[in-house]
């Protein structure tokens, strides 16, 4: 079956090799192998014009740690946004907006993404006043860098994107797609060391079984994540 091109991430970073490993093996190098996604790496430092290839630069008003200069990134946004028109410009950044199911699912539906990785104490403002469309972090800690961060949104969105995994419904029925945890799951052998499989799941009612799922999945959502139901 032929499949085409769904999308295109650029993800523009200072550690490139950082983010060569998630994205060779397993679904995500699948779907870039099967042509449904392309994910381009580019090295912001390639794009400086200082002579020791430096890309931050010591703050204004001073105080510790370095900023991500202006100029070696907006050369490289501008040079990509003059090859095709992006959705979104995102940047990952602790102060962002904490990452959802329902942030994937929407960029998901997207043709063309930037996602920029911060380092250091952070982007030059100006950045993101001009060129940022949409600031996400993946949870309320600070990491090295927004490398990880990226490799998750990736990750998170590329799963979604028809195609990619075998089963279809498999990312229909993850949790949180239905503001709702997953039920428990079991496989072989039906008895170890004494504890069982519940006797529904081998019944063979499917009807049964589906009721039990759901009923497992609001427990388990009860009980660890109530805020789910309040939405
Ligand atoms: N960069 C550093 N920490 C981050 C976080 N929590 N989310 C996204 N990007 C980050």
Redesign the pocket.
């Known amino acids: 079956m032929f499949l085409p091109l769904i999308m295109r991430i650029d993800i523009l970073t200072v550690l490139p090799k950082l983010l060569d490993g998630p994205f060779s093996a397993s679904i995500l190098k699948r779907a870039q192998d099967k042509g449904l996604v392309e994910i381009r790496l580019h090295n912001i430092r390639d794009y400086s014009t200082d002579k020791h290839k430096n890309v931050d630069d010591y703050q204004y008003g001073g105080g510790a740690g370095m900023v991500m200069s202006i100029e070696p990134i907006v050369t490289l946004i501008e040079k990509l946004k003059k090859e095709r028109t992006y959705d979104e410009i995102i940047f ?3 102060d ?1 907006a904490i990452l959802e199911q329902k942030t994937c699912n929407d960029l998901s539906l997207t043709k063309n993404l930037i996602i920029l990785c ?1 380092h250091y104490k952070g982007i030059d403002e100006r950045i993101r006043e001009h060129f940022i469309t949409r600031e ?4 309320s ?3 090295s ?2 490398e990880l ?1 990226a490799a998750i949104l990736t990750d998170a969105i590329i799963r979604l994107l028809p195609g990619v995994l075998n089963n279809e419904t498999s990312a229909l029925t993850d949790s949180f797609q239905d503001n709702l945890l997953s039920p428990p799951v079991y496989t072989r052998p039906p008895e170890y060391r004494g504890w069982k499989v519940p006797d529904i799941l081998l019944s063979g009612n499917f009807p049964e079984i589906e009721k039990w799922r759901e009923q497992k999945a609001l427990e388990r959502t009860e009980k660890r994540r109530p805020d789910l139901l309040d939405n």
């Open positions: 990952m950044t602790p962002g911060g996400i972090s993946i949870g800690y600070v990491l860098g927004g961060a």
